[in-house]
């Protein structure tokens, strides 16, 4: 709160205009909408529409395709989330050894943030094509048949794989700088007390980490669920039989390829729910920190 | 560091040196492939050292592109893209940094309902409401134009949280001093606030121009007219159209080039990059 | 040059909270008047409902012969020197003197001339081009000084400017301030919480206390006759003894007070004196001691010429001219 402030009444208004405009006619306008259509049925011409109450909700839920789509989604952010965070712990952990080389090491592993979801998807694609892919020849002189367009958990892993390596760099990042801000003084107290470099990891620094790990799991939750349509749509668009399908590419489909807008409208709701409660989440904990 | 363990830190430079091979994976392949010719695929694995047609091929899609595909030329699809990340980049700054101004520097009615309109839309990703945008944006005529693929993206809680906070921790006196010294808002907010928030510009400007630029499912779907198309997801149109032909190393060109932008923003511009995104996650 | 006039001037906060209520000062022209009181007495308000950055609730500010109530701060032909100095980090020194003036549209011929005046006054010309983060706190603390000279205004109001700086630097700088301010002849506000400060400073003193003004004066008049115990224990060092009538009902002539001071250095050691004080520690000055004592279960404090005798119990005697009384409720001073 500031204590002295200009006065005027209009000002402020114009200048939040464009902003607040921009809110209501490209956010707010369009999440009414969601709603509302999620509560209609619109007939075979998308002509007529009328009011069915939660019918679209409990259709949803008495689809099994739907609700493969929720199990996909769930496998695939706590899959994204373990890998991408635990090879960022690791490199992080690495680099903080490290006194003269820290910033290359950083510039080295920084970059993927910078590639788009969608060109990360196409990589990994090119890379475990399975006619003329590196991988694929690689895991078949070791006895694997690789095939993402006809396997599913092939298909997971490639779409795995391509989220996780985007994410590495935003992990390490802020690792870094959550180790960094681990106190030396704790690390030499437990070394003196006898604490060999592992042990001073798992009781000192580890638990000291909690709060940015925490805030990295909320992250990196969010990532997996919402920013990598991009790479569903470059790789695996949803297949094979589904097994892609993750609920933010099928909102997509449904709704555009589809066409069912009623069924698009209630999976877009759904969606809204668990952004809000994710921010919540982050909100409530992140801000007050889970610390010692 | 601790004690001196050699072994242990010949550990952490492998881990590391394998993170980087890893990371770099990837860019490297698609690096390679695009320097070969499309013959050079039919053996049946990608080579792993650089070919002779680097500059036949980049030259080839930068110029025209592959014409089946129904995409423009790779300079053209980048420069739509360039132009769509700094019109969000710049927008969102703009829009922001005047709204945290009339949110920390006035007191009037409704002022709690405003910050709350833009609270939220931190809670309505483009991913959850793309239904009914698209119609939106269909609606005002904004499909196939500059218009409809930026400005639906600009308003950002993000960046106006970032500016308040930067506000907040300005120390009052400076508004006091300047009020003395017969400023009013506006040249306050010219003279004074725009100049000191010129470093978080700059780091804003970095995430949210990388961010702009990788956009994808949005450009998508607005465009339809191959002259709007973003080369990030022109790429996907690129790849899909030579399925049936597969032309490995121009698709990898691309890629190459989609990629070139925002990695030499992140690289050239380290310090800067690492502080917007720490930031803007506060 | 102006007068300032502060007539029933009140704040009452939006949530109710009284922080000044019914102040009348009447501030003549080239007067050098200090606002002093312990911190949350309302001194602070006081002086930025002057500059017009706190709105009036009660009464009025004139400056000169105008009603000020509703006119901008930079309308009202003051300047200010603040605590932190507020000096705008990413201008040049020069650019922050000038800044005001640019504003008021001042021809840059006249803005160079003051700017330059000013800086040889303070003698801050070799810093003109620097930042302000360049300079030290003492040198940051002239540049405001500057910044509100060059503005030639009707008063300059200063809240706390020398707070911020090393305890040497301090009396240095308080001096010249004292100095400009009679060179200049400008009506000043000044606001501190250092009794010493402002002894030195005033022409006179306003003493405040939990809103309320509870003396004016010259520092010699409210040192020696404080209108209250506030102001009796406020201003002084080492402060004054405030005793409980009660604890000494021996003491001629004290009968119809609640409170009897005595400042530490009207005390006296003598044989037959009526006070007799157990002493509880001394701590020495070099040219004096301060005694430490009880008597009666008060607290006393005595002033003693550093070769003077100690004993674990002293017997005190004092003048009864240097005795100040006060009513047990009120607090007032009775005479």
Known sequence: MK???????????????????????????PAGQAIKQSFLREDAFGINSSFVGLANFRALLDSPEYMNSLQVTAVFAVLVTALSMGLSLLLAVAVDRMIRSTRLYTTLLVWPYAVAPAVAGILWWFIFNPTIGVMPYVLNVIGYDWNHISSKTDAMILVVVASAWKQISYNFLFFVAGLQAVPASLREAAAIDGAGPVRRFFDITFPLLSPTTFFLLVVNIVYAMFDTFGVIDATTEGGPAQATNIMVYKVYFDGFVGQNIGSSAAQSVVLMLLVVTLTVIQFRWVEKKVEY | MIENRPGLNLLAHLVLVLGVVVVALPVWVAF???????????SGTVPMWPGPHLVENYSKMLDSGVSTSGTPPVARMMLNSLIM??????????????????????RFPFRGLAFWCIFITLMLPVEVRIVPTFQVVAGLGLLNSYAGLSIPLIASATATFLFRQVFLTMPDELVEAARIDGAGPMKFFRDILLPLSRTNMAALFVILFIYGWNQYLWPLLVTTDAQYYTIVAGIKRMADAVDGLPQWHLVMATAVLAMLPPVAVVIGMQKLFVKGLVETEK | MASITLNNLGKVYPGGTRAVGDVNIDIADGEFIVLVGPSGCGKSTLLRMVAGLENITDGEVRIGERVVNQVEPADRDIAMVFQNYALYPHMSVRQNLAY?????????????????????????????????????????QRVAMGRAIVREPAAFLFDEPLSNLDAKLRVAMRLEIKELQKRLRTTSLYVTHDQLEAMTLADRLVVLNGGKVEQIGTPLEVYRRPASAFVAGFIG?????????????????????GTIGIRPEDLTVTPDGPILMDVLAVEELGAQRLVHGQTGG??????LPSDSELADTLRLGFDRA??????????????
Do not use: C
């Open chain 2, 85 to 106: 990340a700094l019109a969000i980049a710049v927008g969102k700054i703009a829009i922001s940094i005047l709204s945290a101004f009339a949110i920390v520097y006035f």
């Open chain 2, 32 to 42: 390679v492939a695009s320097t070969h010719s499309a013959t050079d695929f039919m």
């Open chain 3, 100 to 140: 005001g003036l640019k504003n008021r549209r001042t021809p840059k011929a006249e803005i160079d001339r003051r700017v330059n005046e000013a800086a040889e006054i303070l003698q801050i010309g070799q810093f003109l081009d620097r930042k302000p983060r360049a300079l030290s706190g003492g040198q940051r």
């Open chain 3, 298 to 303: 008060e607290k006393l404090t005595i002033t």
């Open chain 3, 237 to 257: 060092s080492p402060a004054m003894n405030l005793i409980d009538a009660r604890a000494v009902p021996h003491l001629p002539g004290t009968a119809h007070a």
């Open chain 1, 3 to 29: 204590r002295t402030i200009f006065n005027n009444q209009l000002l402020p208004w114009l200048l939040l205009a464009p902003q607040l405009a921009i809110t209501f006619i490209f956010f707010l306008w």
């Open chain 3, 322 to 335: 240097s005795l100040h009384l006060f009513h047990r409720e009120t607090g007032v001073r009775i005479d």
